[in-house]
T-cell receptor
Framework: GAGVSQSPSNKVTEKGKDVELRCDPI?????LYWYRQSLGQGLEFLIY????????KSGLPSDRFSAERTGGSVSTLTIQRTQQEDSAVYLC????????????FGPGTRLTVT | GQSLEQPSEVTAVEGAIVQINCTYQ??????LSWYQQHDGGAPTFLSY????GLEETGRFSSFLSRSDSYGYLLLQELQMKDSASYFC?????????FGKGTSLLVTP
């Protein structure tokens, strides 16, 4: 079956604009995770979903960041009023259920804020 | 808080053995995962330890000591394609907390 897909693969935006990043997890996976990876850095956890619920949003860097998941499948990460420090690769992962040690990652969206 | 420490870079020769260490401070610790990421690629799962001891998967092995809050990834018979970043990640409750990664360079 298909793996985790993300779109767009690359996004260049001007400072102050809003962006939406999309993640399509593996079918049947109930848990979905968003991470951010800056150049040469580790993965910074942002938020996770179990079904359509996001029990913990504390990893979101600021109130400019929000995420939703509908139908227990596709998720959208929205960044409002983008700043240059938002430039990074945004990775999405899914797992069969929350708390799984094996997560399946998508190819990521490279966001560049100019 | 949550923190994982691992070396930033390691260099080894093709055919050799290399060990990448990871120490962690994590509340509600369940186990330690290891992921590989090639440049420009997505992280992929390698191994997981929930209990103390060694887990072997082909050329890769992973070790955990819960009492020492320490683990390592052992790569044997290194190949050029093993050049990548390796991340340890602590499973705590619902999510994985990743270290900053170790960049492994395999030289001829």
């Amino acid at each position: 079956g298909a793996g985790v897909s993300q779109s767009p693969s690359n996004k260049v935006t001007e400072k102050g604009k809003d962006v939406e990043l999309r993640c399509d997890p593996i079918s049947g996976h109930t848990a979905l995770y968003w991470y951010r990876q800056s150049l040469g850095q580790g993965l910074e956890f942002l938020i996770y979903f179990q079904g359509n619920s996001a029990p913990d949003k504390s990893g979101l860097p600021s109130d400019r960041f929000s995420a939703e998941r509908t139908g227990g499948s596709v998720s959208t990460l929205t960044i409002q009023r983008t700043q240059q420090e938002d430039s990074a690769v945004y990775l999405c992962a899914s797992s069969v259920r929350q708390g799984d040690y094996e997560q399946y990652f998508g190819p990521g969206t490279r966001l560049t804020v100019t | 808080g949550q923190s994982l420490e691992q070396p930033s870079e390691v260099t080894a020769v093709e055919g050799a053995i290399v060990q990448i260490n990871c120490t962690y401070q994590t509340s509600g610790f369940y186990g330690l995962s290891w992921y590989q990421q090639h440049d420009g690629g997505a992280p992929t799962f390698l191994s997981y330890n929930a209990l103390d001891g060694l887990e072997e998967t082909g050329r890769f092995s992973s070790f955990l000591s819960r009492s020492d809050s320490y683990g390592y990834l052992l790569l044997q018979e290194l190949q050029m394609k093993d050049s990548a970043s390796y991340f340890c990640a602590a499973l705590s409750g619902y999510a994985l907390n990743f270290g900053k990664g170790t960049s492994l360079l395999v030289t001829p």
